[in-house]
């Protein structure tokens, strides 16, 4: 294989490509502003991989997590089974604790529960998330489908909160709906999430 060079000598200075990179094609394929809403749902199609951004998710009750799960007949149901690890950091504002670990109540074994994207995200005005969710190839009707996940919130007791998560749908079957909610009943006061495919 040969050894592919780019025309610049650094990335912040790079102008051009050299034609052997395949950059692939990231559209916006949907966006949903919240307006106390219940859930978001999103139709997928057949794009190689989904990325989900959503941006400043803001409860309209305190220390709400925010939650996905998918669907294999076209948002009927959301209950595709998921085994996932989640693990989490934090600091809070009067820097007196600080805490890197693994959340074994936010993982899921073989579960048709909603997967954690969060963790308690504040309602306070300025409190809220924001993060991303990338699930591979949802159309596959062979494998399984990964995801990966973060989020950084705001926590409900004055926590600057990360979140890592990751696991697979443990489906063969096309994943062609996804679904995002609070865990409990309560709605989606506001925030946008943007869907982008990608080839």
Same mark, same amino acid.
């Given at each position: 294989m040969a050894l592919t060079k780019l025309n610049n000598n650094g990335i912040a200075g790079v102008t051009a490509l050299p034609s052997s990179i395949a950059l692939g094609d990231m559209t916006l394929v949907s966006s949903a502003t919240a307006s106390g809403s219940a859930t978001i749902d999103f139709t997928l199609g057949d794009y190689k991989e989904y990325q989900f951004y959503f941006v400043n998710i803001h409860p309209a009750n305190n220390a709400e997590i925010f939650t996905f799960n998918g669907s294999t007949d076209n948002g009927s149901n959301y209950n595709v089974t998921k085994t996932s690890t989640f693990f989490y950091s934090y600091h809070n504002e009067? !820097?007196? #604790?600080?805490?890197? &670990? @693994?959340? +074994?109540?936010? &993982?899921?074994?073989?579960?048709?529960? %909603?997967? !954690?994207?969060?963790?308690?995200?504040?309602? &306070?005005? &300025?409190?809220? +998330?924001?993060? @991303?969710?990338?699930?591979?190839?949802?159309?596959?009707?062979? %494998?399984?489908?990964?995801?990966?996940?973060?989020?950084?919130?705001? #926590? +409900?007791? !004055? %926590?600057?909160?990360?979140?890592?998560? +990751?696991? @697979?749908?443990?489906t063969t079957s096309a994943i062609n709906a996804i679904q995002f909610k609070f865990r409990t009943s309560n709605n989606i006061d506001s925030g946008t999430i943007l869907m982008y495919g990608i080839n």
């Open positions: 009067s !820097d007196t #604790e600080t805490r890197l &670990d @693994y959340e +074994a109540g936010q &993982d899921l074994a073989q579960s048709t529960n %909603y997967q !954690d994207l969060t963790g308690q995200i504040g309602n &306070d005005n &300025d409190q809220n +998330a924001s993060g @991303y969710l990338h699930i591979f190839n949802p159309s596959s009707t062979t %494998y399984v489908k990964h995801f990966i996940g973060q989020s950084q919130i705001t #926590e +409900a007791t !004055d %926590y600057s909160f990360t979140s890592h998560l +990751a696991g @697979y749908m443990n």
